[in-house]
């Protein structure tokens, strides 16, 4: 999804591929395979480029350093893309900054975890700091009982965090983007809806979010930027607390263009693959300003129709105004393979945008070929 702003500013965009058949490979025309953690096919893919960003965080950081030292231009560096890639290191980073953190711990065995919950109460959250997405490595565990039940979770990796169970409205998400010479920007706080730990939809901006909680977070969000030297692109995922501390609280960091900033591809002046190209290669950052009052993002996973092009006569003619994303990824159940985005006339019609935003997502997704049918309503998408 980098490529297309990448033609449109002239910028050559080559994906070091982790194989033939992933989806970036049709995008681009230079689409060398390798492997991500091989530090001699980094060196070589390396080689002649002015800048090497990431689509995901799992690049291993003592690459990162060896590839700065040999001359590469990296962006986000490893110092602060440590901070995604690292759950602990980011919560001890936000506790550094003084910005609201959940109760959380480093927990190196169930005896911690134990200890953890009875000091702040059960239920609490268990994650694997590293490697995590889609809430895979995130756990909820409901009691002393339930804590001996992670056992193997440690096994796989130690310390873990812990963390409260956080009693939230809804999700947020505060995206900024920052240059390497430290121009900021960022786009309005979003609302964000997770389904099974993956997210499903966003509203941007957050409706009837108050004021002081959307300057706070949006402030959070490039005081992290700033001060942990992010360049490019960042999320800031967050809980909204209304009443409660600060309002909000701080759930986690990633340092790439993010699920929750799709949306601004067809509902922002500037789309976040665009920003975060301007902002790795140093250039003045674009306009964050939305393309009108309400837009919506509706994710679709792998369904039941594996002939995603049989769906789209139904799909396209059900919303003219939606923008379809297609990833061109193989259609597997759950697996994230597209999204659409609709702008809405007016914030006061958001239910109807939901609605048919999620009417093409689920014809694509189920192949329906009737218009106009829709099993998910936004109350049971909420
Ligand atoms: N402390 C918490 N309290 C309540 N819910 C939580 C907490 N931590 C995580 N969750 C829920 O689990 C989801 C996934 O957690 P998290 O964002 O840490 O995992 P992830 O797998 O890294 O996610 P992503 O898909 O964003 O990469 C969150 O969006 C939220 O819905
Ligand atoms: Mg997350």
Redesign the pocket.
């Known amino acids: 999804m980098m490529a297309p702003a990448a033609t449109a500013l002239g910028f050559e965009l080559r994906v070091l591929a982790e194989g033939e058949d992933v989806s970036a490979v049709s995008a681009v025309a230079n689409a060398p395979v390798g492997d991500y953690k091989d530090l001699n096919h980094l060196l070589e893919f390396s080689r002649g480029v002015d800048v090497l960003t990431f689509d995901h965080e799992h690049v291993p950081t003592a690459h990162l350093r060896s590839l700065i030292e040999a001359g590469v231009n990296v962006h986000p560096g490893p110092d602060a893309l440590v901070n995604a890639q690292d759950?602990l290191v980011m919560r001890a980073a936000i506790d550094r900054l003084e910005l609201p953190n959940?109760r959380w711990a480093a927990v190196a065995g169930v005896a911690d975890l134990v200890a953890f919950g009875e000091e702040i109460g059960w239920p609490?959250?268990l994650?694997m700091p590293r490697g995590?997405?889609?809430?895979?490595?995130?756990r909820?565990v409901a009691s002393a009982d339930d804590a001996a039940e992670s056992a193997g979770w440690f096994e796989a990796m130690s310390p873990l965090l812990a963390?409260?169970?956080?009693?939230?409205s809804r999700?947020l998400s505060a995206m900024v983007a920052r240059t390497p010479d430290g121009e900021s920007r960022a786009w309005p706080v979003v609302h964000?809806i997770?389904v099974d730990?993956?997210?499903d939809e966003v509203i941007a901006p957050a409706l009837e979010i108050s004021l002081d909680v959307a300057a706070a977070a949006e402030n959070a969000a490039l005081r992290i930027a700033n001060e942990l030297g992010v360049t490019g692109v960042m999320a800031v995922?967050l809980?909204e607390t209304p009443g409660v501390g600060a309002g909000f609280?701080i759930?986690?960091l990633?340092m790439r263009p993010?699920?929750?900033g799709h949306w601004t591809q067809d509902g922002s002046v500037t789309s976040q693959f665009e920003q975060h190209l301007r902002a790795i290669l140093n250039l003045p950052l674009g306009a964050t300003d939305l393309l009108g009052p309400v837009v919506v993002m509706k994710n679709f996973l792998g369904g039941n129709n594996q002939d995603l092009f049989s769906a789209y006569p139904a799909a396209l003619s059900s919303e003219p105004a939606a923008k379809v994303h297609c990833y061109g990824k193989a259609v597997r159940p759950g697996r994230k393979i597209g999204h659409v985005n609709l702008v809405g006339t007016s914030a006061a019609d958001v239910d109807s945008v939901r609605q048919r935003a999620t009417t093409v997502a689920d014809i694509i997704r189920n192949g329906r070929i009737q218009s106009g049918t829709t099993t998910a309503t936004s109350e049971e998408t909420a």
Do not use: M, R, S, W
């Open positions: 759950k959940p609490v959250v994650k995590g997405y889609d809430g895979k490595g995130v909820i963390e409260a169970k956080v009693e939230f999700e964000t997770q730990g993956v997210c995922e809980f609280l759930n986690e990633a993010h699920n929750t």
